[in-house]
């Protein structure tokens, strides 16, 4: 069974620096990642996901996030906020070839002006 | 539909009371999943349906939670004699297939009293 660790349960930065989010994973068997964005009183959104082939992936928004399989990571980062950019960050893994996703527990950013 | 849709958005219910969740996922979405989000929480797997049939109800908590897809498009989530501790957001997501990312609905926050 696959599992996801959010080590930083919230995370406060300044606009316009940059952020790292981070999330680790544990799966015996080959992985999809994903990286999910829920704004204030919204639904969760796809902001990135990596599924094969190039190890850094572009999402929405200005982020973009790098599989180390190495270290069974999948850092998310964006090399400078916005105000917008406040919201919880969760990451997520599936087997490959199954569709049932499990998420972490979430990172909130907290960006200040 | 554009999005999934989940109705009630919003549901408040006296403990012991039966409750009913609808989720109408993206057209052509042949994959529909169920997930609980507690405060504080990443979403927790309950079950996922591929049409019509439930291919992994490894999540649901009990037999008081059940849930249908009659016709491989909407499904209803369904909570017998509920508890204090079912309070959560109740969240539907839809896929085109392995790999896509899901799309979530608004959620239904569920308040049992």
């Known amino acids: 069974a696959q599992s996801v660790t959010q080590l930083d349960s919230q995370v406060p930065v300044f606009e316009e620096a940059p952020v790292e989010l981070r999330c680790n994973y544990s799966s015996s068997v080959s992985v999809y990642l994903f990286w999910y964005v829920q704004y204030p009183n919204q639904g969760l959104q796809l902001l990135l996901k990596y599924l094969s082939g190039s190890t850094l992936v572009k999402g929405i928004n200005g982020f973009e996030a790098e599989f180390n399989k190495s270290q069974t990571s999948f850092h998310l980062r964006k090399p400078s906020v916005h105000i917008s950019d406040t919201a919880e960050y969760f990451c997520a893994v599936s087997d490959k070839g199954y569709q049932k996703v499990t998420f972490g527990t979430g990172t909130k950013l907290q960006v200040i002006p | 539909g554009a999005g999934v849709s989940q109705t009630p958005s919003n549901k408040v219910t006296e403990k012991g009371k039966y409750v009913e969740l609808r989720c109408d996922p993206i057209s052509g979405h042949t994959a529909l999943y169920w997930y609980r989000q507690s405060l504080g929480q990443g979403p927790e797997f309950l079950i996922y349906?591929?049409?019509?049939?439930?291919?992994?109800d490894s999540g649901l908590p009990n037999d008081r939670f059940f849930a249908v897809r009659p016709e491989g498009s909407v499904s209803t989530l369904k909570i017998q004699r509920t508890e204090r501790g079912d309070s959560a957001v109740y969240l539907c997501?839809?896929?085109?297939?392995?790999?896509?990312?899901?799309?979530f609905g608004s959620g239904t926050r569920l308040t049992v009293v």
């Open positions: 349906f591929q049409g019509t049939g439930a291919a992994d």
């Open positions: 997501a839809s896929t085109a297939g392995t790999g896509y990312g899901y799309t």
